[in-house]
């Protein structure tokens, strides 16, 4: 009886989530919510590049949607992925190292390659491709 439980519950997880491609090479999966989460995993020890990755994100995010954020709309976390309280939401989000993902609804965006090519050498191209990744969404929600 449990096994077949487990065995149930094992497959409903495995179509709970979806992966598709996007016009840039993105992934996307399904993960419930109705707002957009922007996380920046990443692992106890950090190099500059990684910290500037969470520095510009979170920038650009409190600077561009301050009002959203307010209003519990746009959230941005820097999570240690090493830390076992962190587990629910790497798990969630599928995140399995470093990375920059915006969340919402059925999206998943990865934009850990932009974040790591532009943080430090660009931070302003960083910030307008988290914008590009968040204005649709929160359009989506209106």
């Known amino acids: ?3 077949g439980v487990v065995a149930v519950a094992a497959i ?4 709970a989530f979806r992966t598709e491609g996007t016009e840039e090479g993105n992934k996307t999966a399904v993960i419930a919510g109705n707002k957009v989460e922007v996380f920046y995993f990443h692992l106890t020890r950090r190099c500059v590049t990684c910290q500037a990755v969470e520095n510009v994100s979170r920038e650009a995010v409190s600077e ?5 954020i307010k209003q ?7 999570l240690n992925i090493e830390d076992k309280e962190t587990k629910p939401e790497a798990e969630r989000a599928k995140a399995t190292g470093q990375c920059l993902l915006v969340i919402s609804g059925e999206t998943r965006i990865d934009l850990t390659s932009e974040g ?3 943080a ?5 191209r960083l910030k307008e491709e988290l914008k590009k990744a968040i204005d649709p969404l929160l359009k989506e929600m209106k």
């Open 1 to 3: 009886m449990i096994i």
């Open 12 to 15: 409903t997880a495995m179509f």
């Open 64 to 68: 561009i949607y301050a009002d959203e």
């Open 72 to 78: 519990g709309k746009v959230i941005f976390r820097a």
């Open 116 to 118: 790591f090519m532009y």
């Open 120 to 124: 430090k050498t660009n931070p302003d």
